[in-house]
């Protein structure tokens, strides 16, 4: 399960998170000038050359592709930032609150459309990635902890991508424990089948008018 991401189990594809995740701000660095921009989602500009805006991931984006911005990455994916969330990941069995909702999903977008605008890129890359293993690997042994006796799980400050593959896993598995450990409370429906006729014949039944 660590580091990798099984679309059968998960709510979501990653393209689909990825979609979500384009609604998040992000600073740019326009190279022209240009008037606001009237999206359905709301105005954004005006831009001016050299002065840090922010725009919505997927509209920085858009004009990256057209060399009409740099992208200025997140504060936390600097690799110092990174490197303190990895201690504090690996020295506790809790996960970090430091990083944002949708930090994978930031992140591969920064990597596929502005790897030239992220310094110490080579450095970046690996650290997110083993920051994600091990995060995997401490939902992993929660769930393991799993029994028939488990009515609720609550695990704190898990990412988009995490919330997506371990909350459909949770359901299942707990219906399971409770399908098997509690038979008593589901339905049995040859009882019901052989209850509800009898319920009609013994009824009282009206004589229709002529």
């Known amino acids: 399960m660590a580091g990798q991401t ?4 998960s709510l979501f594809s990653a393209e689909e998170l990825e979609f979500i995740a384009e609604d998040e701000t992000v600073d740019i660095v326009p190279n022209l000038k240009m008037g606001p921009l009237n999206f359905i989602s ?18 920085a984006i858009a004009l990256k592709k057209r060399g009409k911005c740099s992208i200025r990455p997140p504060q936390w994916m600097s ?11 690996r020295e506790s069995q809790e996960m970090s609150d430091q990083l944002p909702f949708h930090y994978v999903e930031i992140s591969r977008l920064l990597f596929d459309h502005a790897r030239d605008n992220i310094p110490d890129v080579h450095m970046v890359r690996p650290l997110i990635e083993d920051i994600r293993n091990l995060r995997f690997h401490k939902v992993q042994t929660d769930l393991e902890a799993f029994n028939g006796r488990t009515i609720a799980v609550k695990i704190k400050n898990l990412s988009a991508m995490e919330v997506n593959i371990v909350r459909p896993f949770i359901g299942r598995a707990l219906q399971a424990f ?4 509690s038979p008593e409370l589901i339905p049995d429906p040859e009882r019901v089948s ?3 006729p009898q319920d009609v014949n013994n009824a009282p039944r009206r004589q229709l008018r002529r």
């Open 178 to 181: 409770y399908k098997h450990d």
């Open 42 to 59: 709301g105005d954004f500009g005006p831009f001016t050359p050299q002065i840090v805006t922010q725009v919505p991931l997927w509209l």
């Open 79 to 89: 690799v110092e930032k990174l490197t303190q969330v990895f201690e504090a990941e």
């Open 6 to 9: 099984n679309h059968e189990l």
């Open 194 to 196: 052989d209850r509800r």
